[in-house]
């Protein structure tokens, strides 16, 4: 009886994939399962030195760097990553979060993790958007790799402006100084995940990492659910 309601009510608000619009079928959620297998994949976390992980190199040290998706204009995953930041679909970043966490936990490197912590927002901006899509990314990588979500340690002190259309150097000008963390007690000796959402010239990752790694012997991993590299 629930699958012919659900069918009923999908003839007045058919659900479709956030990716490329399709009807999605009572198995599938969030992206159809073409999308799903065609999304272009970078497997980053299968690969201890890869691109990704190379552009820290020599700024912060890192565990492991990786991200799910390849990120390019006017591509699927450019218009997933839309519809999930600026239209309130948060589910997407929860749906792919677990996805990637499932991919994750298989990889030696990230089995011993004990904690996600997302990029946070500042105050002002989570207010006026509702939602830190960082965070949505993290609750679902969390839930996959069973590890908890903290997001309470680091904490965005002012709003910084866009990103958009700024070089690697105004970029880390204009992040390196917003971050601080609260209670280092949290995450002294731990391995931790910081979760961003993309990741272009990595400024805001750095930024966030070199606070977080001056705290008691802290090991830091990166995760994100693309990136701008090919």
């Not at 999908?10 to 619009?21: D, E, I, N, Q, V």
């Not at 399962?33 to 700024?59: A, D, I, M, Y």
């Not at 609260?182 to 606070?211: N, Q, R, Y």
Request: net charge positive; hydrophobic share 35%; charged share 25%.
């Amino acid at each position: 009886m629930r699958g012919l309601f659900d069918d009923f009510i999908s003839l007045f608000y058919p659900r479709t994939c956030y990716a490329c619009g399709n009807s999605l079928y009572r198995n599938e959620e969030v992206i159809c399962s073409f999308c799903r297998f065609h999304l272009p994949k970078t497997n980053f976390h299968k690969q201890s030195e890869n691109p990704l992980s190379k552009v820290f190199w020599g700024r912060v040290k890192l565990e492991n760097v990786s991200a799910c998706y390849y990120f390019s204009k006017g591509s699927k995953v450019q218009h997933l990553l839309h519809q999930f930041k600026y239209n309130g679909r948060y589910e997407i970043g929860v749906h792919l979060g677990k996805l990637y966490g499932s991919e994750l936990i298989e990889e030696a490197a990230y089995q011993d993790i004990e904690m996600v912590i997302p990029v946070p927002l500042h105050p002002a901006k989570l207010r006026k958007r509702g939602y830190n899509q960082s965070e949505k990314f993290a609750t679902g990588l969390a839930q996959s790799m069973g590890i908890e979500v903290n997001t309470t340690t680091l904490i965005r002190t002012y709003s910084s402006e866009t990103q958009t259309r700024k070089s690697r150097f105004k970029r880390w000008e204009n992040v390196k100084e917003i971050f601080v963390v609260k209670d280092p007690e949290k995450i002294t000796g731990k391995h931790i995940l910081l979760v961003d959402d993309v990741i272009t010239t990595g400024a805001t990752i750095e930024a966030c990492a070199m606070h977080l790694l001056d705290h008691g012997q802290t090991r830091l991993s990166v995760a994100s659910l693309a990136c701008t590299l090919h």
